[in-house]
């Protein structure tokens, strides 16, 4: 899998470890030349000097075989443009972006981004899931489609640990997002990623499907977490 990290921050930078350590391809995108300096000592050459919301950068960086775009700057209008981009100029299949401001998260929203993740919902569930020690926390309500983004913390004994999503019976309409690994480092997973216990796993689902999804990867049902 090819995946084009927007940002080389710290959030940007591990991300693309986490995904070079999974065997995919990556490349990350910045303007800041001390930081793209930077990622070629620590990583390698997978970085690339270049405004993310120009279409000549994109195309120079191979978005059109690429498989995921993730954007992860501290500005929403850059992660915003580069994810629209992404989506309806080159036909990037998924497009995920974190959200600085909870304001912009409809716009986000409307403009067709895949999946969006908050700074401060994440912050604010993983110390949720901490104290109340349930496994699916919900970020928030995806705008007016029904659908719930949550967080699951996967039990170290639950039966899908060792299964690969592609095996699993999910329900209709789910959208894994992203995994937080049990040392904290995200990365976009595919069909074939392979489920380990202790991870987090950040997705999108039908508010009907809630509990089905929460019982195929946790072993416990949503409605018994919130009651």
């Known amino acids: 899998m090819y995946v084009i990290i927007i940002g080389c921050g710290a959030l940007g930078t591990r991300s693309a470890y ?9 490349l ?26 120009e279409e000549f950068t994109l195309h120079s960086a191979g978005i059109n075989r690429c498989d995921a775009l ?14 629209q981009l992404a989506k309806f100029t080159f036909g990037v299949e998924t497009v995920v972006s974190i959200v600085n401001d909870s304001a912009d998260t409809n716009l986000f929203l409307s403009a067709g ?4 993740i908050s700074r401060t919902d994440v912050i604010l569930a993983n110390l949720a899931g901490t104290l109340l020690d349930h496994p699916m926390v919900e970020l928030m309500t995806l705008n007016d ?37 049990s040392v904290g ?24 499907a809630l509990d089905e999804l929460a019982y195929v990867l946790t072993d416990q049902r949503f409605s018994s977490l919130v009651a």
């Open 145 to 181: 489609r029904n659908e719930k983004l949550v967080s699951m913390k996967i039990p170290r004994n639950a039966r899908s640990v060792g299964n690969r999503f592609r095996d699993l019976a999910l329900p209709y309409g789910i959208i894994i997002a992203l995994i937080v690994s």
């Open 70 to 83: 993730i954007a992860t700057t501290g500005d929403d209008a850059v992660n915003l443009a580069a994810c």
């Open 28 to 53: 990350l995108l910045d303007i800041d030349e001390a930081r793209v300096d930077m990622v070629h000592k620590t990583l390698g050459n997978v970085a690339m000097l270049g405004d993310a919301t």
């Open 18 to 26: 986490s995904q070079l350590h999974a065997g995919h391809e990556v």
């Open 113 to 116: 981004v895949d999946s969006i």
């Open 185 to 208: 480092s995200p990365f976009v997973p595919t069909e074939y990623t392979v489920i380990l216990g202790g991870e987090e796993v950040i997705a999108s689902c039908p508010v009907e």
